[in-house]
């Protein structure tokens, strides 16, 4: 099996709230680079090409236009930003890493990798980590909070001004797409799940199935179609017992040794091309415990092993 051992990463911090509205999210990156991630991966073997910090407004005294969709236009811009940096780590042949703040800003990273892949007549494939669906449009969301919308608008559903980021859509097809450890998701957004062609495994199936056999299965129904596989992972995924710093925690996720397993999986898998790590709330963690583990989490993505 092919080893995703990339030599050469790219770090894109992007300190955004405004797409959950809980401030801490801002702080996600400065955590994640106390944790000496950059040094880690330097011992690793893995040269940090390059560090962006995307430049997020502030919104303190910015009016909400919309209700139904808060700080859209400031999301579009950052989501922009955000599409352009993936896109160039790729094209330099390093491997992408984007550290949140909130999940919002996965419709840029998505986009600039599947866009990578458009240019050369392939296909991305998704792979979602997350509690919940963010699958909600600006008709379903009751909060009008972006940072539950993302996995839909890289699907092309909802406001063009967000699922046409770089000038098409969808950026991701429902066949290639999985969601991975489902426990809290909104009624409508079960039937629009059900109703599409995504691949979604819940809290139950992953305790009737086990995680490695949802991997093995997930990454053999994407293997035929693309040729590169994006991780999105939302780190309330994994239970507030071990992540306890994410803006959104629900009790009954994935324990700390699922979480590393799903890791090192898919780092034997040659397929994955970039990862995110979203939603690091270091307001609500504990010793920075969550960003700890989110470093040792990208860490073993990209080839770190125990022995
Ligand atoms: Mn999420």
């Not at 910015?62 to 859209?72: A, F, G, M, N, T």
Request: proline share 4%; charged share 20%; net charge negative.
């Amino acid at each position: 099996m092919i080893i995703t051992k990339p030599t050469n990463v790219s770090l894109i911090f992007v300190p955004i709230h405004f797409g959950g509205g809980h401030s801490g999210a801002s702080l996600g990156p400065a955590a994640l680079k106390a944790t000496n991630l950059h040094k880690l991966l330097n011992f690793q073997g893995i040269n940090v090409s390059q560090e962006i910090d995307i430049n997020v407004p502030n919104v303190s005294d910015i009016e909400i236009q919309d209700p139904k969709l808060r700080y859209l236009d400031q999301i579009v811009d950052v989501c922009n930003a955000v599409a352009t940096a993936t896109q160039d780590a790729l094209e330099h042949n390093c491997f992408p890493v984007i550290i949140g703040g909130d999940h919002s800003y996965a419709i840029g990273s998505i986009a600039g990798a599947s866009n990578f892949f458009r240019k050369r007549k392939q296909e991305l494939g998704l792979i979602w980590f997350d509690a919940h669906g963010d699958m909600n449009t600006q008709e379903t969301s009751l909060s009008g909070n972006i940072h539950g919308m993302p996995l839909a608008k890289s699907l092309g559903y909802g406001n063009p001004k967000l699922t046409n980021i770089l000038g098409y859509n969808p950026k991701i097809k429902s066949e290639n797409t999985v969601l991975i450890g489902l426990r809290d998701v909104d009624d409508l957004e079960k039937k629009v799940i059900k109703s599409s062609e995504i691949a979604s495994y819940t809290m139950s199936d992953i305790d009737h199935i086990g995680i490695n056999d949802i991997l093995a299965k997930s990454v053999k129904q994407l293997n035929h179609n693309v040729e590169g596989i994006h991780i999105s992972f939302d780190l309330d995924v994994i239970d507030p017992q071990y992540a306890p710093g994410v803006s959104t925690p629900v009790e009954g996720g994935i324990n700390l040794r699922e979480s590393l397993q799903i890791m090192s999986y898919l780092a034997q898998y040659g397929k994955i091309c970039s990862l995110d790590i979203a939603e690091l709330n270091p307001l609500n963690d504990i010793k920075n415990k969550t960003g700890e583990l989110a470093c040792n989490l990208i860490l073993t993505c990209l080839g770190k092993n125990m022995l």
